[in-house]
T-cell receptor
Framework: DTEVTQTPKHLVMGMTNKKSLKCEQHMGHRAMYWYKQKAKKPPELMFV???????INESVPSRFSPECPNSSLLNLHLHALQPEDSALYLC???????????????FGPGTRLTVL | AQSVTQLGSHVSVSEGALVLLRCNYSSSVPPYLFWYVQYPNQGLQLLLK??????LVKGINGFEAEFKKSETSFHLTKPSAHMSDAAEYFCAVTPKIQGAQKLVFGQGTRLTINP
């Protein structure tokens, strides 16, 4: 099973809402990632968790709050977002933690977020 | 800092024709190299990667790429295009530094297949 699942597939929220994106993998991977992808652009790394600890934060605004409750789950909590935060949010996982820079990252299908 | 350049934001070929998507990297030390494909409304899927060893790498769906250190290139090819190959293709690198998990992506190349 090489699947990363993400829920919901689509999300529309207002600027005052609080919502969460969920990512799950059951491949025993120890690194999990959040990316943001705007239309016609490559994915931009937001956060990396390695062995359930936040190891990389790419200076993401605090209105995005990641959480890794266990090795299989990754959440992204959203609060007070702006319309420019509308994008496809991709989750990925890879087998190793910090030592895995040759690893394949396995991507989920993404959550398409629209902020009104 | 690592950077990746994909020449041509849009490539169009006829079905059955050769596909060539270009990727060059800038780094004093050759990085690890990846090609990903993204179909519409989907996530990214790994086509192939080069870490060490043989410089000609074969991937899924009939794609292959050759690492050329002297040219700092990792171009993606497929001998005969199929309609199902229409997608966005991203070249990406990670540096050969322990603890560096950051994929650096090129800007992407949209491949269109003409019937």
């Amino acid at each position: 099973d090489t699947e990363v699942t993400q829920t919901p597939k689509h999300l529309v929220m207002g600027m005052t809402n609080k919502k969460s994106l969920k990512c799950e993998q059951h491949m025993g991977h120890r690194a999990m990632y959040w990316y943001k992808q705007k239309a016609k652009k490559p994915p931009e790394l937001m956060f990396v968790y390695s062995y359930e600890k936040l190891s990389i934060n790419e200076s993401v605004p605090s209105r995005f709050s990641p959480e890794c409750p266990n090795s299989s789950l990754l959440n992204l909590h959203l609060h007070a977002l702006q319309p420019e935060d509308s994008a496809l949010y991709l989750c990925a996982s890879s087998p190793k933690g910090l030592a895995g820079n040759t690893d394949t990252q396995y991507f989920g299908p993404g959550t398409r977020l629209t902020v009104l | 800092a690592q950077s990746v350049t994909q020449l041509g934001s849009h490539v169009s070929v006829s079905e059955g024709a050769l596909v060539l998507l270009r990727c060059n990297y800038s780094s004093s030390v050759p990085p690890y190299l990846f090609w990903y494909v993204q179909y519409p409304n989907q996530g990214l899927q790994l086509l192939l990667k080069y870490t060490t060893g043989a410089t000609l790498v074969k991937g899924i769906n009939g794609f292959e790429a050759e690492f050329k250190k002297s040219e700092t290139s990792f171009h993606l090819t497929k001998p005969s295009a199929h309609m199902s190959d229409a997608a966005e293709y991203f070249c990406a690198v990670t540096p050969k530094i322990q603890g560096a998990q950051k994929l650096v992506f090129g800007q992407g190349t949209r491949l269109t297949i003409n019937p």
